[in-house]
C-alpha cells in the first residue's frame, strides 16, 4: 500500500505500477523512467513514504512523496526555458525546441498522463511564452510565432531572435504589444485575429531579454553586462533613452534583472532588490526586501497568484511566503545546482503545480504539499572536542548512562577554562529515516 487509496504492484520484467483499488493506472516507473532495470523483486516504503525497490541487480530508491517531481518532454536532456498552459495543454519551451501534452483532469498535474509531442516549426530555442488577446505568442531563436495547437506560424521572418511579449494595455484585447528581441525593442499590433510586426523603437539595440512595462508607460530593460534603461515616448514615434548604472545608486553595473512585483519595478541585483526612487531618478536598496532577503545576489524574482514571492540566488530556490500572518522564507535544498544558470523560469500556476526550468528539463513542485512534508531534523552529536594539543575529548556520542540516551546527566556536564580557546563540535542530520509507515 501507497497510501490509503493507492497500491505499487511489483512486476519481474516491467518495472512497478501503481494502481488504485479499482485497478485504474495511476503512474508507471520501468528503465525508461530511470530504473536500473525492470525486474523487481521487493518494495519498502519508508516513513516518508518514499519507496525502495529491491531489484534483480541493485537498489533503487523513489522518491514517491516528494512534492517535486522532474519533467523531461519527449525524455530530452534540453534545459528547460518556458512553460505555459494553453487550451489545456501544457507547452514547454526547451532548448531543443517546444513540445506540447494534453493535460487530465487532475490538481497536481504531475500525475497527469500523456506524450509530449513536438510542435512543428519551433526546433531550436524557445524562450518565452505568453497568452496574448487569447493567442499563445512564442519568442523563439528564429523569430516571433503564434502557435496553433501542435504547429507554430511566424509573425515575422528575418528578424533575429525574440525573448518576450508584454502588453502595452491592461485593456483586453490589447492593439499593441512591446516584444524584446536580440536587437532591440519592436512592437506588435493586434491584427485580427494574429498579430503582425509594426515600427521598432529607433537608436535602441540592445538584446532586452528582460522587459518590464511600469505604470506611467515607461519601458524598462536590463542588460546584464550593461545596466538598465528606461525607454519614455515623447511623442508619437520619438523616444528617449537614459541607462542607469552604479552611478544612478545600483549597487554595480553588472547583473542588474528587472521584474515586477505587487505591480512595482524592482531591480534583482548582487546586493538584494532596489527600487526607482522617481523623485530623485535614482535606484535604492529596498527596505521591504532588504528585512526579507538582506544584500544577497538575487538573479530571479516571480510573484505567484497568491502574492508570494520565488527568487533565485545564484542556483538556489527560495520563496517569500506571505500566506500567514508573518512572511517566511523557504528555501528548497533539493533543487540547488539543478536550476539554468542565466536563463532561470519560475511559472507558478496555484499552490500545487509550480513549473520551474532546470539544466534537464524542468522540475514541477506541489507547493502545498511541500509545506506540509518538511522534515523535522533530528540533530545527534557525535563529538565534542576542545582543539588543542592535547588529548581532549568531552563527548563521544554516547552517554554512560545507557538506561536514559536522551538526556544527559548535570553530573555529567564539564565545566570548561575559557582558556582552552576553540570547542568543535560534529554532528549528524540524518533526513532519510528507516521503517515503514
Known amino acids: 500500500m501507497v497510501n490509503d487509496k493507492w497500491i505499487a504492484l511489483a512486476t519481474n520484467n516491467d518495472g512497478i505500477y501503481i494502481t488504485d483499488h479499482e485497478g485504474q493506472l495511476i503512474q508507471r516507473f520501468s528503465k525508461q523512467e530511470g530504473l536500473q532495470n525492470n525486474n ?92 496574448i488577446n487569447g493567442q499563445l505568442l512564442l519568442g523563439h531563436h528564429e523569430g516571433p510565432f503564434i502557435v496553433n495547437g501542435n504547429s507554430a506560424s511566424a509573425i515575422a521572418t528575418n528578424e533575429g531572435g525574440f525573448w518576450n511579449f508584454t502588453p502595452m494595455s ?13 536587437k532591440g525593442l519592436s512592437f506588435l499590433d ?35 553586462y550593461h545596466g538598465v534603461y528606461r525607454i519614455s515616448q515623447v511623442t508619437p514615434g520619438k523616444f528617449t533613452t537614459k541607462l542607469y548604472t552604479a552611478a544612478n545608486g545600483l549597487p554595480a553595473t553588472l547583473n542588474n534583472h528587472v521584474y515586477k512585483l505587487k505591480n512595482e519595478l524592482v531591480v534583482a541585483t548582487e546586493k538584494g532588490v532596489y527600487i526607482y526612487n522617481s523623485s530623485n531618478d535614482r535606484f535604492e536598496p529596498s527596505p521591504f526586501y532588504g528585512r526579507l532577503l538582506g544584500n544577497q545576489s538575487l538573479r530571479y524574482l516571480k510573484e505567484d497568484a497568491g502574492g508570494n514571492i520565488w527568487f533565485i540566488h545564484e542556483k538556489s530556490l527560495g520563496i517569500l511566503d506571505m500566506t ?84 544527559q546527566s548535570k553530573k555529567q556536564v564539564p565545566d570548561i577554562s575559557h582558556n582552552w580557546g576553540n570547542i568543535r563540535f560534529e554532528f549528524a542530520s540524518p533526513v532519510c529515516p528507516a521503517g515503514n509507515a
Not at 353 to 379: C, Q, S, T, W
Not at 389 to 404: K, M, Q, Y
Open 324 to 407: 500567514g500572518k508573518d512572511t517566511t522564507v523557504i528555501h528548497m535544498p533539493e533543487l540547488t545546482n539543478k536550476l539554468v544558470s542565466g536563463f532561470e523560469f519560475i511559472y507558478p500556476v496555484d499552490g500545487k503545480n509550480i513549473f520551474v526550468g532546470g539544466e534537464r528539463g524542468f522540475f514541477h513542485i506541489n507547493y502545498d504539499k511541500y509545506k506540509k512534508i518538511i522534515p523535522e531534523l533530528a540533530v545527534m552529536i557525535r563529538s565534542v572536542k576542545i582543539v588543542n594539543r592535547r588529548d581532549s575529548l568531552l563527548f563521544g556520542g554516547f552517554f554512560s548512562d545507557a538506561d536514559n540516551i536522551q538526556v
Open 190 to 224: 493586434a491584427d485580427g485575429n494574429g498579430f503582425k510586426l509594426a515600427e521598432r523603437i529607433p537608436d535602441f539595440q540592445e538584446s532586452s531579454r528582460f522587459v518590464v512595462l511600469d505604470r506611467f508607460d515607461n519601458i524598462w530593460v536590463s542588460h546584464p
Open 170 to 182: 491592461a485593456v483586453y484585447p490589447t492593439a499593441r504589444v512591446i516584444a524584446g528581441n536580440y
Open 40 to 131: 523487481v523483486l521487493s518494495i519498502f516504503l519508508d516513513k516518508q513514504s518514499n519507496l525502495w525497490l529491491g531489484l534483480d541487480n541493485g537498489i533503487d530508491f523513489i522518491a514517491y512523496n516528494s512534492a517535486i517531481k522532474r519533467i523531461t518532454p519527449n525524455g530530452q536532456d534540453g534545459s528547460g526555458y518556458t512553460s505555459l498552459i494553453y487550451d489545456k495543454h501544457l507547452y514547454a519551451g526547451t532548448s531543443g525546441g517546444l513540445f506540447n501534452v494534453a493535460l487530465q483532469q487532475t490538481e497536481d498535474l504531475s500525475f497527469s498522463k500523456g506524450d509530449f509531442q513536438l510542435v512543428s516549426n519551433t526546433t531550436g530555442q524557445s524562450w518565452a511564452m505568453s497568452e
